[in-house]
């Protein structure tokens, strides 16, 4: 339909966008304020200032404005993540780019694990969620790792095992907050903190924990 | 009070303790068939064979039944992982049989992990697991790193991060048994699959992904 977009068609384009925009990003402040993917549509109309009405308007449903949410939130760094495959560096730097990558996600969306095992619970959420998602994402690392074999770099290993290996250990952090309150007395993670747990795990991911007399050993 | 205890009380004891038994097998059970800690005291009450008011006597709730039975499945972990530090083998082969055995209580128990986070949402609860499992494990495992580290075998490293990184990795491959399934098209994590994936994540975690060379250049 090549029709002209008048200025007025236009503007309520930007209008729908904005008002999309505006639910999802009250549904992800919400579950991040409060630590839990427990949240009314009431709660993300009186955040967001505008009618739930509009959450069934443009999402059909609240678990389907939560796949696009997570759509939306995850959708940029899997397009990143086929980027940096091409990208003229190691795979050692690109491994480190990739982890770093995933922390940032959890770190500035600490309930998109809750919520990605939630949508899995659904059988349909899950097709979309795992042709949309994890599985772009399992066959990108897939590649990285390849690649790091090919190039001599990384010793063998499974690309599914680590697959689970990298995600549980990047996510538990976060995923794990009540535990580092409760437990160690850590209330909040800040940038510093992020940043140790993503040097302390590439480290350990990358050069493993044994000194090198004791690794001889083995 | 220092009561003889005649025959048919310790028959009464005996029964008790079964029937208490009972109630946490049957919940244990379902949470691991159904793939959710979402069970009703009905579905207890029906596999166990026993009146759901039992839980009340028991337990107070059915988040005491829930707590009790952390207790029960993990508490024994917590005291063979103390007997562990005091064996007479080194501190490399502890950390293996440690990261093992968390493996095969998830294995044993997918839904242990979901059951902890659900237990560390309500503030009561989250003190009680605190104490009783994640800071005697937590205490544990910085004993058995620091262990380790002055024996000169493990590189310096924070214990806080190391547990976070640990037990995400152990979890992740059971936690996300949707995404197996669906992403990987893997239904069931039998005992090689543990196996190969207790492996794996050891080598990770001991020697790192770098082949010796890629190491060297870093």
């Known amino acids: 339909m090549a029709t002209k977009i008048s200025k007025a068609d236009d503007g309520t384009a930007n209008e729908r ?12 402040a919400l579950m991040t304020e409060r630590g839990t993917i427990e949240i009314s549509l009431s709660d993300i109309a009186k955040h967001s200032g505008l009618n739930s009405a509009l959450v069934k308007y443009y999402f059909g449903t609240k678990q389907g404005m939560m796949l696009s949410l997570v759509e939306d939130v995850l959708g940029h760094g899997i397009a990143q993540l086929k980027g940096l495959l091409d990208m003229d560096i190691d795979p050692v730097e690109k491994l480190k780019l990739h982890i770093k990558a995933i922390i940032t996600v959890y770190f500035r969306y600490p309930y998109i694990n809750r919520l990605l095992h939630f949508l899995f619970e659904d059988p349909e959420s899950a097709q979309i969620v795992a042709q ?63 940043r140790r747990y993503t040097n302390t ?4 991911m990358l050069n493993g924990i044994l000194k090198e007399n004791a690794a001889a050993r083995g």
Chains 1, 2 share one sequence.
């Open 17 to 28: 966008a904005s008002s999309r925009s505006a639910l999802l990003n009250a549904a992800s």
């Open 132 to 194: 949309t998602i994890s599985k772009p994402l399992a066959e990108t690392q897939r590649k990285l790792i390849e690649e790091g074999i090919e190039a001599g770099l990384f010793k063998p290993v499974d690309p599914m095992l680590l697959y689970f290996i990298v995600l549980g250990a990047c996510d538990h952090l976060f995923f794990g907050q009540h535990m580092l309150r409760v437990a160690f007395g850590v209330d909040t993670i800040d940038d510093e903190l992020r």
């Open 201 to 204: 795990l590439l480290d350990l």
